[in-house]
Nanobody
Framework: VQLVESGGGLVQPGGSLRLSCAASGFTFSSYAMSWYRQAPGKERELVAG????????NYADSVKGRFTISRDNAKNTVDLLMNSLKPEDTAIYYC?????????WGQGTQVTVSS
């Protein structure tokens, strides 16, 4: 099983980034997918989630209206489009696959929002 995140980097406040997570080694279309983040000194927190069929999404209050999660079950990818980025969005962002008792994490990608 592999979850490989990409798209992180340094961006100025107000800017945008698109994170992508490429999945392999499991039946991607059967898993709900989420993005989590962890800032220095803080606990890992849920940012956004999407059901296996893209029928439902959920977002942390802090990112509602700014971030959009989407998935492509044909390509085994899940994306997180992040707009209007703020310094407090700075964190390592992790891709997470979950179904029943099966959970998989990616290695994470760093997002830094700074001028």
């Amino acid at each position: 099983v592999q979850l490989v995140e990409s798209g992180g980097g340094l961006v100025q406040p107000g800017g945008s980034l698109r994170l992508s997570c490429a999945a392999s080694g499991f039946t991607f279309s059967s898993y709900a997918m989420s993005w989590y983040r962890q800032a220095p000194g803080k606990e890992r927190e849920l940012v956004a989630g999407i059901s296996s069929t893209s029928g439902s999404t959920n977002y942390a209050d802090s990112v509602k209206g700014r971030f959009t999660i989407s998935r492509d079950n044909a390509k085994n990818t899940v994306d997180l489009l992040m707009n209007s980025l703020k310094p407090e969005d700075t964190a390592i962002y992790y891709c997470f696959a979950h179904r029943l008792v099966y959970n998989y994490w990616g290695q994470g990608t760093q997002v830094t929002v700074s001028s």
